[in-house]
């Protein structure tokens, strides 16, 4: 097998790809959850509630495998911004598309004005929450009080520390 994970596009979001964005997170979703109405509703249209709202969606091409993995940042009011949604197929787990993914989705939010970037998720979604964690992703109980209950499955709150805090 080539090396393809030197081979992957970060592209922003574009009308066409919004059926990527809800296949790739519904997969994720289905196979280890259930879908929520609130996963229904912004997967659906991301436009109207991602895009519209002041956040952005990225995605993951590779040239051989076409779209393989998704996140957005969703603008949660007050400059905090939720990263959300990130996935990628499952054929092309182990190729570094999630990690080269979201170190363009932190660069990307360095940019703009923001005073948190934030996440929820859960606790068996292990190899995840180690790439955050190695991404400058820590466990914040204030996340936890302000944000619990968005999802049913969430039971891990993690927010983004910048490197110069650390």
């Not at 076409?66 to 990130?86: F, H, Q």
């Not at 936890?144 to 993690?158: A, L, P, T």
Request: overall charge positive; aromatic content about 10%.
């Amino acid at each position: 097998m080539t090396n393809k994970n030197l081979d992957v596009e970060i592209v922003k979001f574009k009308p066409e790809l919004a059926k990527y964005f809800y296949s790739i997170n519904a997969q994720w979703v289905n196979n280890m959850f259930v879908m929520e109405d609130i996963d229904e509703k912004i997967l659906s249209n991301p436009q109207k509630h991602i895009i519209d709202k002041g956040g952005q969606v990225w995605f993951a091409i590779n040239k051989e495998l076409g779209v393989i993995g998704t996140c957005a940042v969703k603008n949660a009011g007050n400059k905090w911004y939720e990263l959300t949604k990130m996935g990628v197929l499952e054929n092309a787990r182990g190729l570094k598309a999630g990690e080269i993914l979201l170190k363009q989705v932190i660069a990307d939010c360095n940019k703009i004005e923001m005073d948190t970037l934030f996440l929820l998720t859960n606790k068996i979604c292990e190899a995840a929450i180690h790439l955050y964690e190695k991404n400058g992703f820590v466990h914040d109980k204030d996340i936890k009080k302000k944000f619990e209950g968005i999802y049913q499955r969430s039971n891990v709150y993690m927010k983004y520390i910048t490197q110069t805090l650390i």
